[in-house]
Structure formats: structure tokens, C-alpha cells
């Protein structure tokens, strides 16, 4: 096991009273390089507690990003032997635990929060829902919230912020982790979490390195108590001299000298990243002889799934494989991004360790989105200036790079208040919350409307999209829009909630609320599953093309 690992369950203390056991009070806050096992620790605490819970909490809820890290903890979870449970949106029925009572829960960002703030995602046809159930088990529960640096801006931020001091206030613990956060986000995260015993645990190569520039104090070799503003907290260093590769890094500037690197290293594992979708498929046709494999998040879910576990010499992808996909590469070309995305992507550089060396090509592109312009831009002057001194595989090494070039996230503060009200009133309900998305359509940065061109069987079928894409491309009707649906008959009694997908159209005015709306039809009810596209915008070799 990893040495920060064992330090995380070292401090959490659970002793065995024979009844349940008794771990710290405590909350944790964990830099760890990327591919260091942040998933292990999850699994290591959800097997303690299968056999007897602990006094502080009775299940653990592990958070992520995004669906594909949610499978990939599953398919840890079940090598393990685990018993756990999925949540999010059209989760299979067998896995699924809409309430969040599982003991050992796997969920995305937007579900959890959603549950938090009294929209019972496992009760979407009533008003009223057992919207306290979920809240109970999240109360109940040691809450993991995974990757938190992806929920640095906008609704996301504000959210992530509202959750963690609303669990601080009624004492639930938690683990934050995140292998590129910056000080400014771990800091504000700390306020939050006033009164609370908190640990911000950091993997170093020598001890010091985790509290450069930080209000610290040192009490013993790798410990320091330290304030933010005048909250208090811990920091403890893990001393852990890992081998890691020595990255090359160099500059490209045009794409013919992207092509020619690829062409150059064909024999070599090579992967191609790419800020955009269209992009990426641009490439791969240039390289098409060469018989690449293009991933991208415009591809049946299934299909996706499939291309990700074929083995290719030359991947050419976008963001959608910096988290949750264990892939690795012998080369890599990435398109400039900010600090933060370039080493999720160099965690796909050899992260089977196959090699003791590197080559990393940033591709000086000229083009910034989806990203903010001043970060791309001083990430890549950093880098130049500072290639042959840093490693992209150690935090602590980067770390200094990130707190320059991340801007500190800003938070909406009519929105923290409203979420507060919600949160903290006992007589608010999920209309509370559904005047709120009205407003602000998502607790998260985005909102996603799934679409396909056949009638689904399973998620596998699904495309997820932007809402509003999704819209512009989805077949119309008159005055309507054509939608698969999953349709419920509240006299119909199963052993399971089976999904009964049918075809129907649909009159949408506001996609963002109208796609979590529940429709009325007589007796029956239904919501959106899927808009429906047409079958020709759609091919398994290049996903979905959208119309001209």
C-alpha cells in the first residue's frame, strides 16, 4: 500500500470495539500525484465498514467528475470482491441506490448534489419525494469528493463550496483529493470547514516542500500546524521518494510538426490530445493510414467504452480521457491548456512506468478554447522557462506553477445564500430547488441532455451532449421535439425500476429545465431519456458530426 495511503488510515484511527468502530474526527484535504491509487483508499474504508460501521459514519459515498471514473471505481470495487452501489442519472437498476443507503456508494458530482439539495434523483415522477432518505445517508456517511480541481469555477465552485460547509456545520467527515489543486481553492475549502479538525495531507519528495509560501509552523519532521486567515489546520507530509520517469518536455508550433511527430514515432505508443472535439477528428483523418484510434466524448457511450480497451499504437483524443481512463503512452502531444490539464494528461505518459524516460510535445496551437486565455498562455511561459526543472508527475514539483497561473475561483454568493436556505430549512422542498435551476439551470458548470438516433437499451447508447447542443440537433416535429422517454404507470408494481423506453414528441421552450421536467400524458407520466438525432449524423469510426 502507499505510504499516504496508510498515513490517510494511520490518522483516521479506527479501532475495533467489537461493535462498530471508533475512527478521529477528522477531514481530510490529499495531494496526491496523479495514478498514486486515490481510489484504493475508498476501497480500503468501504471494506472496513462492509463488516461493522464506525461511530462517525455508517457508509462512504466516493464523488467523481465524471460517469467513466465512476465505472473505472467499479471495476476496482468488483475485482475486489466489494459490494457497492451507482448513482446517477439512468444507472442501471441493479446497481443502483436511489436513496444513497448503499454502504458503499459510487456517484457523480451533479447526482450528489442534487440529493444534498432535496431533489431525490431516485424519485423523479414525485413532487415531494423521500427527499430526506438521501440526506439522511449523506449525513450518515464519510463523503469522498474526488478530483475536486475540476470544480473550481462557476455554479460548480459555489456549489462544491455550499456542500462542504453545510456538511462541516451538521458534522459530517470528509476527503477531498486531487492531484493538481491550487492554494487558492484548498484555502477557501479550509474556511469552509471552520471548526472542523482538518488534515491537508501532501506526498513530498522532501519534507518542507507542501508548506512553501503557506502561514505554517513546524512542530515535528513532516508536521506543521497552520491558519488560514484565523482558521486553523494541520498539514502532514508523507515522505515518498517515488521513481518516476523523466519527462522531455518540448514546444511545436505548427500542426504539420504535430503530423510529422506522429509519423516520425509510429511504431511508438503515441497519444494525441486535443482541446476539441472536432479537432481531434480533423487529425485523425490526416492520420487515418496509420490506423489511429479516436476517442472523444461524441461517441456512443458503449462505443467509447469499447475504443478505450482496444489496443492502439496512436490514441487521438480530447479531455476526455484525463480522468478515469488507466491508459498509458511511451509519447505524448498535447494541444496547449492550462497546468492543471497538462498534468492530467501526462498522467497517461507512462503511467505503467514502462519506461524510465519521456518525450511530452506541447502543441503552441494559437487557439485557447474551451479554456481561459491567461491561464493557457502563462502555463506555456512557464513551462518554457522552467522545462528542465520540474516534473509534471510530482505535485509538489508543479505546485508552485499552479498557484501562479489558477485563477482563484470566484463564487456566487446569491447562490451560496439560496443553496444554505435549502439546505438548512427543514420545510423547503424539491420546488424550492427546482425554482432555484430555474434560474440557474445547473449546480454544476454544465448541464447534459443524452441523445440518440435508435430507440436505447442502456446507457450504452447514450450520447451525452451539451443541453443546448443537443436541442439544435435533436429531430423536430411541429412545434415539438422528438425524445425517447422513460415512462412510469404508477399501478405497475416490479421488482426493480425497470426503464420503459418508449418514442414520443416532446414541446420544449427552456431545454435546461424542460429535460428534468416530468411530462403528464393521462395516466401516465414520463421524462426525457434521450433526444432523438438523425442516424446519419452518427458513425462508429468517427462518433457523432454535427450538421453544417
Not at 495511503?5 to 479506527?14: A, F, G, H, W
Not at 482538518?198 to 497552520?226: D, I, M, Q, T
Not at 494528461?345 to 491567461?374: A, F, H, Q, T
Not at 463564487?411 to 422542498?429: P, Q, S, W
Request: net charge neutral.
Amino acid at each position: 500500500m502507499r505510504k499516504g495511503i496508510q498515513k490517510v488510515l494511520d490518522i483516521l484511527n479506527c479501532r475495533d470495539n467489537s461493535i462498530y468502530y471508533e475512527c478521529e474526527d477528522v477531514n481530510f484535504i490529499l495531494t496526491f500525484p496523479t495514478g498514486y491509487g486515490k481510489t484504493t483508499l475508498s476501497l480500503e474504508i468501504a471494506q472496513m465498514i462492509d463488516l461493522k460501521p464506525t461511530q462517525n459514519f455508517s457508509r462512504l459515498i466516493h464523488v467523481v467528475p465524471t460517469r467513466s471514473l465512476a465505472r473505472d471505481i467499479q471495476n476496482s470495487a468488483f475485482e475486489r470482491g466489494l459490494r457497492f452501489a451507482v448513482q446517477y442519472s439512468f444507472t442501471p437498476s441493479h446497481i443502483k441506490s436511489p436513496l444513497f443507503l448503499a454502504k458503499f456508494i459510487i456517484t457523480t458530482y451533479d447526482s450528489f448534489l442534487l440529493n444534498l439539495y432535496k431533489a431525490s434523483i431516485g424519485e423523479p415522477f414525485s413532487h415531494h419525494g423521500h427527499y430526506d432518505l438521501p440526506r439522511f445517508g449523506i449525513y450518515t456517511s464519510l463523503v469522498h469528493f474526488d478530483e475536486f480541481h475540476l470544480m473550481n469555477e462557476g455554479n460548480s465552485w459555489t456549489s462544491l463550496l455550499g456542500a462542504v460547509r453545510h456538511l462541516s456545520k451538521v458534522g459530517v467527515n470528509m476527503i477531498l483529493s486531487s492531484a493538481t489543486p491550487s492554494r487558492s481553492v484548498e484555502e477557501e475549502l479550509i474556511r469552509m470547514m471552520e471548526n472542523r479538525k482538518v488534515v491537508r495531507l501532501a506526498v513530498v519528495n522532501e519534507y518542507g516542500e507542501s508548506v512553501k509560501n503557506r502561514n505554517c509552523v513546524k512542530v515535528s519532521e513532516g508536521y506543521y500546524e497552520c491558519k488560514v486567515g484565523s482558521v486553523k489546520y494541520t498539514s502532514v507530509e508523507v515522505e515518498d521518494k517515488m521513481k518516476v520517469p523523466n519527462i522531455n518536455i518540448n514546444f511545436l508550433d505548427e500542426e504539420d510538426e504535430v503530423l510529422g511527430v506522429v509519423r516520425r514515432n509510429k511504431d511508438k505508443k503515441i497519444m494525441v490530445i486535443v482541446n476539441t472535439v472536432d479537432k481531434a477528428i480533423m487529425l485523425y483523418e490526416k492520420l487515418r493510414d496509420l490506423s489511429p484510434c479516436l476517442v472523444h466524448s461524441r461517441f456512443k457511450i458503449g462505443d467509447r467504452d469499447e475504443k478505450l480497451r482496444k489496443e492502439c499504437n496512436i490514441i487521438i483524443a480530447t479531455q476526455v480521457i484525463e480522468v478515469g481512463v488507466n491508459i498509458s503512452s511511451e509519447m505524448m502531444i498535447t494541444e496547449q491548456a492550462p497546468i492543471t490539464s497538462i498534468v492530467q494528461r501526462v498522467g497517461r505518459l507512462l503511467r505503467d512506468k514502462e519506461k524510465d524516460k519521456g518525450e511530452l510535445y506541447i502543441w503552441k496551437s494559437g487557439n485557447y478554447y474551451p479554456y481561459d486565455k491567461d491561464e493557457v498562455e502563462n502555463t506555456v511561459k512557464e513551462l518554457e522557462g522552467k522545462k528542465n526543472d520540474i516534473s509534471l508527475k510530482l505535485p509538489l514539483s508543479y505546485g508552485e506553477i499552479v498557484d501562479r497561473v489558477v485563477k482563484p475561483p470566484r463564487g456566487d454568493l446569491n447562490l451560496l445564500k439560496e443553496l444554505d436556505n435549502i439546505a438548512e430549512n427543514l420545510f423547503a422542498t424539491k420546488g424550492d430547488l427546482e425554482k432555484l435551476l430555474d434560474r440557474y439551470c445547473s449546480l454544476t458548470n454544465s448541464y447534459v441532455i443524452n441523445v440518440a438516433y435508435d430507440t436505447p437499451a442502456s446507457e450504452r447508447d447514450l450520447i451525452p451532449l451539451d443541453g443546448d447542443l443537443a436541442l439544435k440537433i435533436a429531430v423536430k416535429g411541429n412545434d415539438c421535439v422528438y425524445a425517447y422517454v422513460e415512462e412510469y404507470m404508477p399501478e405497475k408494481k416490479v421488482e426493480l425500476d425497470k426503464v420503459n423506453v418508449r418514442e414520443t414528441c416532446v414541446e420544449i421552450t427552456k431545454p435546461c429545465r424542460d429535460y428534468r421536467k416530468v411530462f403528464h400524458d393521462e395516466d401516465k407520466r414520463y421524462i426525457i431519456y434521450a433526444l432523438k438525432i438523425d442516424k446519419e449524423l452518427y458513425n462508429e469510426e468517427t462518433g457523432l458530426r454535427l450538421k453544417k
